[in-house]
């Protein structure tokens, strides 16, 4: 994918990922880290993947998210370990 598509920064100490496209493993997932994208069309808004977030402007009345919001939002998700399950 294009590398226009793809963002990092911080938050304070968290790390934001942002993508056009859900990713399903990220950089510092297992840190609490966060995964923004649009591309799902809130078809698949679930949070059974961890910290995830579809902020497409369709899954909010085509509203723009508040980046304070999502982060109250996202930080109320328990952090799901994906990554060596039966470590």
Do not use: A
């Amino acid at each position: 994918y294009d590398w226009l598509d793809y963002l990092e920064f911080r938050v304070n100490k968290s790390l934001v990922v942002c993508c056009h496209y859900p990713l399903y493993t990220w950089n510092e997932m297992r840190r609490c880290s966060l995964m923004l994208s649009g591309h799902e069309h809130t078809i698949i808004n679930k949070f059974d993947r961890g910290k995830t977030m579809d902020v497409g402007l369709d899954s909010n009345k085509y509203q723009v998210y508040n980046l304070k919001d999502i982060l109250t939002t996202m930080n109320s998700i328990p952090l799901v370990n994906l990554h060596h399950v039966n470590d």
